[in-house]
C-alpha cells in the first residue's frame, strides 16, 4: 500500500510572513476580522459584503446602484445591484488601455500555439481589437441583447471577440471547439446566434483539425447565422459561402479601433454559457455583466491571490466556464493571462513544465484527472524544468484522490505551495467551496466556503449536517451576484433543476463533508453516489483505492442494478502498458477496494478497457460508461472529446 498521507492529516501549513502577505489578510486587516472562520462569516451579511467590495476592488459602476439587490421575490430571483449600470469590458479593458493608464502597454495575454509560435498582445492592442469587433457586430445589425456565438480555436482572438461581445451589449455565447455539429448546432438554435464567429481550424497533437465544416453543418442545421466571421489559423482551404462567409482581416481588421462602450444595466446578460445535463437539451444558464464581474474579480483577488506581476494559466477553453472567468477575473486587475493552443502531451509529456518554466508562470490551474494521466508518465518529465516561479496551483472540476493531490503538491509545487482545489460551477461562474492561499490545507480539500458563498451541507430533510461530519447534499441557502438569472429555455426547468429538492435552497447536487476540524470536502455527484445496501461512497474513493495499485494507470466506477444489495459496484480498468491482465489481478483488485472502504464497496465486477470517454480538459465522463453497461441512451454526449471511446467501453473485457 502507498504511504501518502491520508485525507486526515494537515499537509501544509504557510508560515506567519506568508500569511500576512496575501491580499485576504490585509482584508481581515482593514476590517478587524481575527480569522477565516469569523471572515466568512462576516461575508455571510449579504448586503455588507457585497457592497463593500465594489470599493475594495475598485470595480467601476457607470450609475451608482440603488441597493446591493433586491431579493422581494425570493432567492431564486434575485436582482443584483438594481439602478446601476457598468459593462465587463470597462473593467477588464477599457481603463487599463487609456493614455494614462500605467497597465497601457502591459501584457495583457501570452499566446502559445501548438507549434510553438508566441504572441503577445498588450491592453492597448486589445482594446483597438474589441473596438474593431464591436464596430463589425454593430455594421452587421448586432443590438443590445442580441446573441453571438463564439466557434473559435484558442486563439489570442477569443479575448477580443470577448470583450467586443461585451462592449457592444451582446450576450456572448461561447462553445466549445471540440464540439461536433450536434452540440454546436444545438447551442446555436437554441441561443438564436445570428453572428458566428470561427475559425479555419487549430493544431492538435501534430495534426491540424478542420473547424469550419463542423461550423458549416452547425449552421446548416440550425439555422439564424447570417453572418460568418472566419479568423485564419491555419491557412487552409476551407468551404465558403460568400453569401455568409467574410474572413476576420475583411470583417474585423478593416473596422474602426474607436468604440464607445455601451452602458448597460447591472442585471444585462453578458453571457450564456451552456452546462451539458445527463439527459435532454443542454441548459443555458444566463450570467448578468455586474454577476459575472463581481464573483470573478473577488476570486482571483482574494482566492488567487493576485499580484501586479502574476502570469495565469488555467487549462481550458473559451466554451467552458474556466475560460471567461480567467480572462474576466485577471483583466480586472490588469493581470497576464497565459494561453494555449493544443495537447499538454505533445510533442511530449513535459509540454506544460516546459511553458511554466519558459515562460516564467506563477499560477497553474489542471484538472485532477489530467494531473493522474501525466502523473502516470513518470517525474522524470519534470527534472529538467525549473518550476520555481510557481507561487499557487490550483484544480478544479471533480474530486482528487490523496496519492495524485500529493504528487501535485511534492513534484509540481515542490512540497511548499498550496493547491487552491475549488468547486462552483457553470451556474454561478464560481465556486461555492475554494480554500484561502493562507490556510492550511489537507490532501484534496476545498478548504472552506467561498466568501459570501451561503454554503451548507444537508441531509435529505434539508437539515444542516454540516457541524456533525456529515456526508449530505451541498446547498446554497442564499444567491450570489453571479447566480444565473434563470435558464434561457426559462423559468420552469430552472426551478425544477436548482430549487425544488429543497425549500428555498440551491441543490448543487454534490456529495459533501465538512470534517471534524473544519475541512470541507466534495465526494462526487449527488446523483453519482453509489448507494450499497444502505452505504453510500463516491466512486471517485473507488477509482482512488483502485490507483493506489502499482498496475493500475487510469480508473472508473459506476453503479450497477443488484438483486441483493440495491447497487453494486462496478469498475473499469486501464492496467499499466506492461501488467498483464488477469482475473488474479481481477481478485487483487478487489480485494484491495474492500480493505480501503469496505467489504460491501468491493467491485462486483472489475472490467479492462483501453480507453475512457473524456472531456477536453480530462475528466472521465462516468454517467456516459454507466449508460453503456445498462444499455441505456446516452442523452448529451457533447462534452466528450473522444467518442469512439464509448465504443471500447462496450467491448470491455
Known amino acids: 500500500m502507498s504511504d501518502t498521507p491520508t485525507m486526515d492529516e494537515i499537509v501544509y501549513e504557510p508560515d506567519r510572513e506568508t500569511i500576512e502577505s496575501t491580499n485576504v489578510y490585509e482584508f481581515m486587516e482593514r476590517y478587524d476580522i481575527e480569522d477565516y472562520d469569523a471572515l466568512i462569516e462576516r461575508s455571510q451579511n449579504v448586503e455588507w459584503f457585497w457592497d463593500e467590495l465594489v470599493e475594495y476592488l475598485g470595480i467601476d459602476f457607470y450609475e451608482e446602484y440603488d441597493r446591493v439587490r433586491d431579493d422581494t421575490e425570493g432567492p431564486q430571483f434575485t436582482d443584483w445591484y438594481p439602478g446601476g449600470t457598468i459593462n465587463i469590458a470597462h473593467n477588464t479593458v477599457d481603463r487599463h488601455a487609456a493614455p494614462d493608464s500605467p497597465t497601457r502597454n502591459s501584457v495583457a495575454t501570452i499566446w502559445e500555439g501548438e507549434d510553438g509560435t508566441v504572441r503577445e498582445v498588450t491592453y492597448h492592442e486589445l482594446h483597438r481589437e474589441a473596438n474593431q469587433v464591436a464596430n463589425a457586430l454593430v455594421d452587421r445589425g448586432i443590438e443590445t441583447g442580441d446573441t453571438v456565438g463564439l466557434y473559435m480555436p484558442m486563439v489570442p482572438e477569443v479575448v477580443s471577440i470577448l470583450y467586443g461581445c461585451f462592449k457592444a451589449g451582446a450576450i456572448a455565447v461561447p462553445i466549445f471547439s471540440g464540439f461536433g455539429v450536434d452540440a454546436t448546432a444545438t447551442r446555436i ?54 453569401n455568409r462567409d467574410e474572413w476576420w482581416a475583411e470583417a474585423v481588421s478593416s473596422c474602426s479601433d474607436s468604440f464607445d462602450t455601451r452602458e448597460l444595466d447591472a442585471s444585462d446578460e453578458s453571457m450564456l454559457l451552456y452546462s451539458s445535463g445527463t439527459t435532454g437539451m443542454p441548459k443555458g444558464i444566463v450570467h448578468t455583466h455586474a454577476g459575472i464581474q463581481m464573483q470573478c474579480a473577488k476570486e482571483i483577488y482574494f482566492g488567487f491571490d493576485h499580484k501586479p506581476g502574476d502570469r495565469f494559466f488555467w487549462v481550458s477553453d473559451i466554451g467552458w466556464m474556466m475560460g471567461p472567468w480567467t480572462l474576466i477575473g485577471n483583466h480586472t486587475f490588469g493581470g497576464t493571462v497565459f494561453i494555449y493552443e493544443g495537447a499538454p502531451d505533445y510533442p511530449e509529456p513535459d509540454r506544460f513544465w516546459e511553458m511554466i518554466d519558459r515562460h516564467k508562470l506563477s499560477v497553474f490551474g489542471i484538472s485532477p484527472t489530467a494531473i493522474r494521466a501525466l502523473r502516470k508518465q513518470g517525474n522524470g518529465w519534470l527534472s529538467d524544468h525549473d518550476l520555481s516561479s510557481l507561487r499557487l496551483l490550483g484544480s478544479t472540476g471533480e474530486p482528487w484522490d490523496p496519492e495524485s493531490w500529493q504528487w501535485f503538491f511534492e513534484n509540481v509545487g515542490d512540497g511548499e505551495i498550496p493547491i487552491i482545489n475549488i468547486s462552483g460551477g457553470t451556474e454561478i461562474c464560481g465556486c461555492f467551496l475554494m480554500p484561502l492561499p493562507g490556510m492550511a490545507l489537507k490532501p484534496c480539500t476545498l478548504g472552506k466556503p467561498g466568501l459570501g458563498m451561503g454554503v451548507d451541507v444537508v441531509n435529505n430533510a434539508g437539515e444542516s449536517v454540516a457541524d456533525d461530519n456529515e456526508r449530505g447534499f451541498l446547498v446554497a441557502r442564499d444567491s450570489c451576484p453571479s447566480m444565473t438569472k434563470s435558464l434561457w429555455s426559462g423559468d420552469e426547468r430552472y426551478l425544477e433543476e436548482y430549487w425544488s429538492t429543497f425549500e428555498d435552497m440551491w441543490d448543487h447536487g454534490d456529495w459533501a463533508q465538512k470534517d471534524e476540524d473544519g475541512f470541507w470536502f466534495l ?26 495499485s502499482d498496475s493500475v494507470n487510469q480508473a472508473a466506477a459506476i ?93 470491455a473485457r
Not at 459496484?569 to 487483487?588: F, G, K, M, P, W
Open 189 to 242: 438554435e437554441d441561443a438564436e446566434c445570428s453572428v458566428l464567429f470561427t475559425g479555419d481550424g487549430f493544431r492538435r497533437r501534430g495534426s491540424n483539425v478542420i473547424l469550419k465544416d463542423a461550423a458549416d453543418e452547425a449552421i446548416e442545421t440550425a439555422g439564424h447565422v447570417e453572418h460568418t466571421i472566419v479568423y485564419d489559423r491555419l491557412g487552409a482551404d476551407v468551404p465558403w459561402d460568400d
Open 559 to 651: 453503479g450497477a442494478e443488484d438483486a441483493t444489495t440495491g447497487t453494486a459496484v462496478v469498475a473499469y480498468v486501464i492496467t499499466e502498458n506492461d501488467v498483464e491482465e488477469s482475473d488474479d489481478l481481477r481478485a487483487q483488485l478487489r480485494e484491495r477496494v474492500g480493505e480501503t472502504l469496505g467489504k460491501p464497496f468491493r467491485p462486483r465486477e472489475v472490467l479492462f478497457v483501453d480507453e475512457f470517454p473524456k472531456t477536453q480538459s480530462g475528466k472521465i465522463i462516468r454517467r456516459a460508461i454507466e449508460s453503456v453497461y445498462n444499455d441505456e441512451e446516452l442523452g448529451d454526449l457533447s462534452s466528450i472529446e473522444n467518442p469512439d471511446a464509448l465504443e471500447r467501453i462496450d467491448d
Open 523 to 548: 465526494h462526487g455527484r449527488a446523483d453519482d453516489a453509489l448507494n450499497v445496501a444502505g452505504r453510500k461512497v463516491g466512486p471517485a474513493e473507488v477509482e482512488g483505492a483502485l490507483m493506489d
